[in-house]
């Protein structure tokens, strides 16, 4: 068990039904093909910042007003239909008629970016068209459980004819995207393969289906489209970069995540290795052997990042399904049998991939980090949801910052954590812990000096910004950060009185 949000308090997980959404994959003829819009996300976004993207968003009133005022929305999809008619006014300015796409009349526009309740009565009054005919379906896609709010996106799709004319794209109104870029699906999975740019895990997956249809339909748009709307393909492998797959496994970790990030890394059509491979139950172990059976390449190796119960799984399942070695560090060795023991600077070539061990200790003693030019397979030094836990006598607080400010100096392309989604921005990720643990091993200093001695008081006035986190997480953090300043030195430990040394 190792992260939590430090203002949770703790209680049985429930996970809601997925919220709807809808984006938007338009095309259109250009000089070398097909090709594909797509957005470059705003580092302040909540979901994928920094990452290229369809435009959408999610369902809401205004839609289902929306079907209920407005002619032509009919079906299943008509809330979908509706939702990306309105987010197309607002991040793209464009509009679909019976003649081709047409650009909104700027007020408009501006009049939706600053509230998307106008959607309606502008329609209404004709300030644009909204034909739905030249809209569809390509696929439903739940994104995946790394964390208690899920999403149900519908993925449409508008072809919009010759390059030529389609209107062009003014993203000065809104502040979703600061970039736009029309590229065929080739280049774009060629780009996204050598980490030249950041694509949205599920844009990464259709594009590979519409590339692949494509070559199937003589590079005819609508007819790929129309094929692929009739076989709604869901989703199969999650991408997170090139070599880089994962497979979400239930584990017995802390909320918010119920899951462990397994992944598959090293060459697609080479070599790889499952990073751990945390299940117990039935489910995981096949969810991990078909992700296992769709790769090209030969699995030679099963590793453990570190050997904390959530995510190292049942080894006897594992080596039943897996007949391969185990890889770990010395201490990961002590209790689980290991092959071959990896150390500091290590080169594993998988494949055409090469990536090096990092031996970054402070959250578990030889914790492993693997760092490629896709980024860095994180284990628990950082997560995708919440903050990670420093277990009081097998952790220590001060060297999980060293360890921090050592991976943060290496500029890592992605995060790849064990818990929750992949993390866009490393820089930014590691500033936000580095300056939360800072913040709170002062607080815990500053309490003690100012002369409270027990442990629970001395949790209490250390997280008194954040009166809602559960009591007991607070006591074992409070106490992580003591015995580390206890190691360095500056604070004694003395008949379970704590003092300033």
Sequence with gaps: MSEVPEGMTLGPQQRRPPRPTATMTMTRDGEGGIEVLLGLRSETMVAFPGYWAFPGGGLSRVDTAAVEALKGFEGTEAKAIACILREMSEELGLAPSEHGLVALPIEARKEIVADKSRYLPLALEGAFPYDTRSLRVLSHRITPPFGPIQFD?????????????????????????????????????????????????????????????LERKDRDMLEAARDISERLPGRRSILFAHGVEVVPVRTATLPPADHTNCYLVGDPEGDFILVDPASHLREGMEDMAKAVERHKGTLIAMMFTHSHGDHVGDIGLLREAFDVPIWGSEYTARTVECQRILTEGEMLELGNQTWQVLITPGHHPGHICLLGDAGLIAGDMVAGIGTILIPPHTGDMNIYMEQLERLKKLKPHLLFPSHGPVIALPTMKFDHYLSHRKARHDAVYAAVKSGIQ????????????????????????????????QRAGTIVEDSTKWSVQ
Excluded at 176 to 181: A, H, Q, R, Y
Excluded at 459 to 476: C, E, I, M, R, S
């Design 153 to 213: 996106n519908a993925f449409m799709h508008l072809h919009a004819g010759l390059a030529k004319d389609v209107p062009e794209i003014d993203l000065e109104p809104q502040t979703e995207f600061t970039e736009i870029l029309w590229a065929t699906p080739n280049e774009i999975l060629q780009k996204w393969a050598s980490h030249e740019m950041k694509v949205a895990p599920p844009v990464v997956t259709l594009l590979m289906e519409i590339e692949r249809t």
């Design 454 to 485: 027990l442990l629970p008081d001395i949790a209490k006035a250390a997280y008194a910004d954040t009166p809602d986190a559960h009591p007991g997480l607070a006591v074992d953090q409070t106490l992580s950060h003591l015995m580390s300043h």
